[in-house]
C-alpha cells in the first residue's frame, strides 16, 4: 500500500480543505481562460462553457468520491448490466431511480461539452463523459468511498450523450432559425 492511499484511507481529506483546492483549481481556470480570451485566442462563450465544464466536473468528483468519506472496505460489481435487469425486469425502485439519477447528472456535462468545442463535439462530449465516468470509478475504488460499477459508467456515459444530443439539436436549430430570420 502506498503512503498516500493509508494516508486517504486513515486521514480523508477535510471538506473545507477539498472545497478550498477545488476554488483554487478554479480560480486558476478562470484567469487561464480570462488571459486567453484577452488575447483573443478563445471566444467570450467558448470560454464561458470551458470554465463552466471544469467547475461542474469539479462538483460531480466532490459528490461522488471527494466529499465522501471512506467504507473502510471495497465495494464493486462489475457485472455488466446487473442494475438495469433488476431495476427493469425485477422492478426495484430504488435501482430504477439510482439510474435515472446517475444519467441525470451527467446531462449538464454533456451540454457544456458541446458548447464548449468547436469541431467533434459529439465525440468529444462522449469520450469526456466516459473518461470522467471512469475515472470517478476508480476513485470510489481505490479509496473505498463509493460502490464502483460498470453500470454507472454506462448511465453516467449515456447521460453525456442524451445532454449532447440535446444540446446540438437546440444548436443547430437556433442557427437555422437566426438563418431563417435574417432572410425574411
Not at 9 to 14: C, E, K, M, R, S
Not at 26 to 39: I, N, V
Amino acid at each position: 500500500m502506498s503512503a498516500i492511499y493509508t494516508y486517504l484511507y486513515y486521514f480523508p481529506i477535510p471538506a473545507w480543505t477539498t472545497i478550498l483546492i477545488l476554488s483554487w483549481l478554479l480560480y486558476l481556470a478562470y484567469r487561464l481562460l480570462g488571459e486567453a480570451y484577452d488575447k483573443k485566442e478563445i471566444e467570450k462563450n467558448r470560454a464561458i462553457a470551458i470554465f463552466l465544464l471544469i467547475a461542474y466536473s469539479m462538483l460531480l468528483m466532490y459528490m461522488t468520491f471527494l466529499g465522501r468519506r471512506s467504507m473502510g472496505y471495497v465495494q464493486s460489481n462489475y457485472e455488466i448490466g446487473w442494475s438495469y435487469r433488476r431495476a427493469f425486469l425485477a422492478g426495484e425502485r430504488d435501482l430504477q431511480e439510482e439510474i435515472l439519477l446517475n444519467i441525470l447528472i451527467f446531462l449538464p456535462l454533456g451540454s457544456l461539452c458541446v458548447l464548449a468545442r468547436k469541431h467533434f463535439r459529439l465525440i468529444i462530449s462522449v469520450l469526456y463523459g466516459c473518461a470522467l465516468s471512469c475515472m470517478i470509478e476508480y476513485f470510489q475504488l481505490y479509496l473505498c468511498r463509493g460502490t464502483s460499477e460498470y453500470d454507472d459508467i454506462i448511465s453516467n456515459t449515456l447521460g453525456t450523450i442524451i445532454g449532447s444530443v440535446i444540446t446540438l439539436i437546440v444548436v443547430e436549430g437556433l442557427k437555422l432559425w437566426r438563418k431563417n430570420r435574417q432572410r425574411s
